[in-house]
């Protein structure tokens, strides 16, 4: 059963763009990434290689220390610069770019004067990191708001998982 469900993931799509203004993905840019065809041309579903346009997409991370593209601490795929989200929202016509993979304190944090966003849905991720979800909605104008998702009181959860049967 629980392969089943990881099997699935293999055929999600990797990025989705809104409006043809907001790009969105799990990870972030890849140095490899010249047109949006390559990524409509990616097969699914497929494992997700160590390197590469698919893995960065998933695995990249903003960073504000980097100029370009650097070397990532995770040990898999890159960080990218705020010179890099810059030249890539011109490049490609888009206003902003939205991403996951990382765990920020109030669900959603802005990089690169706010042409870039990562949003965080799992609130008090892993029972560790005390940190905020949120979810973006974007109107017909484009326009973003935040619905933030508070951590759960810990002491209601004990009790709640105290209580019910799973």
Known sequence: M???????????????????????CHGGLSPDLQSMEQIRRIMRPTDVPDQGLLCDLLWSDPDKDTNGYGENDRGVSFTFGVDIVGKFLTKH?????????????DGYEFFAKRQLVTLFSA????????????????????????????PADKRGFQKLAKNSKF
């Not at 029972?127 to 974007?138: H, L, P």
């Open 2 to 24: 629980w392969k089943t469900f990881t099997d699935c993931f293999n055929c999600l799509p990797v990025a989705a763009i809104v409006d043809e203004k907001i790009f969105c």
């Open 123 to 150: 609130p008090n991720y892993c029972g560790e990191f005390d940190n905020a979800g949120a979810m973006m909605s974007v109107d017909d104008t484009l326009m973003c708001s935040f619905q933030i998702l508070k």
């Open 93 to 105: 016509d888009f206003d902003l770019i939205c991403r996951a993979h990382q765990v920020v304190e």
